[in-house]
């Protein structure tokens, strides 16, 4: 599929991080069936960062983020330029490197990645003031120097996101949102101190995703080149769900912490599968699909046949409306809806 100019093989992508940090990194994520390498960010300077600097919120469970206190790359910018980025394009598989984070430093080293063979760049908005005319200024520096396509990644803590999206319209091919949320704290409550080497750090994974999605919809709104969403997709479904708010590609970066290089592959698959099952004959028909209002729920929920009496609703029920004894929906129910989101075999509607 053709993304702002770059044929990437599918529409799940690494995402500039830990999974990324390396070429030999990068190459297991295109064995693992990556549609395209984003690769970690560099800068001018390598990243000195504090160990840990890692952490899972909750141990063992999905549903659950992780915190970092990480920055970028910690291998020497020459050393991309002179190994990791050949390492990377050697799979055959598209490399995207993501850069940080001044107007100089893009400006210098944006023509560096692109005579290194990227085929794209993605720059880091993360440290730069977030005044419309800095993040003006910054993109077209960058656009003025290469000739590849170049992706600006949105932090959530961007305010006005529609005015953004339109001011740097113009100086790039698509906008990446979003990045890690933050500055958090997580405690280990057990040790009596923070999780992360850093007291604070940034959220990834499912808690964010409803703010990724609410971004990558208001810029859908607005911005008519390619969007990228990033933040909470570990399963195909939640791939669609990002097209649906707009996006036209998503990356990945949570979830191959917890899975693997094999998920991006597994996520694109399940992507494909639930097109398929949609009836469409791409993943571009679901493009924007989702982008208008709910209609208004005007009756009560009713508990289908295919029940499996497990009591989630029960206890979840803010009116004790539902009794699965019977499965009835009494009419103290307030069509909260809360019951047809939690059960777990989709038997309420």
Known sequence: ????GIEIRNPVLTAAGPTSQSGAILLEAARGGAGALVTKTICTRRALVKHPNIACIQQGSISKGMVNCETWSEIPWEQWIEKEYAIAESSGVKVIASIG????ELVFLGPKVEDAGASGIEFSTHYISKSIGSLM????????SVSIPIFAKISPSTENVK???????????????????????????RAKRPLLGERYGWLSGPPIKPVALRIVSEISEVFKKPIIGVGGISKGIDA??????????VEVC?????????????????????VRESGHSCAEELRASALHEREEMTKKPEIADNCTACGICERACPSRAISIEKKTVSDSCTRCGLCITICPVRAIA
């Open 1 to 4: 599929m053709d993304l702002a």
């Open 101 to 104: 984070y001044t107007a100089d």
């Open 137 to 144: 200024e910054v993109a077209k520096s960058l656009k003025e």
């Open 163 to 189: 005015e953004v999206a339109r001011a740097i319209e113009p100086f790039v091919d698509g906008i990446v949102a979003i990045n890690t949320l933050g500055p958090v704290l997580a405690i280990d409550a």
């Open 240 to 249: 669609a769900e990002f097209l649906m708010c707009g996006a036209s590609a």
């Open 254 to 274: 949570t979830a191959a912490l917890y899975w693997g290089p094999n998920i991006y592959g597994k996520i694109a698959g399940e992507l494909e599968e639930f």
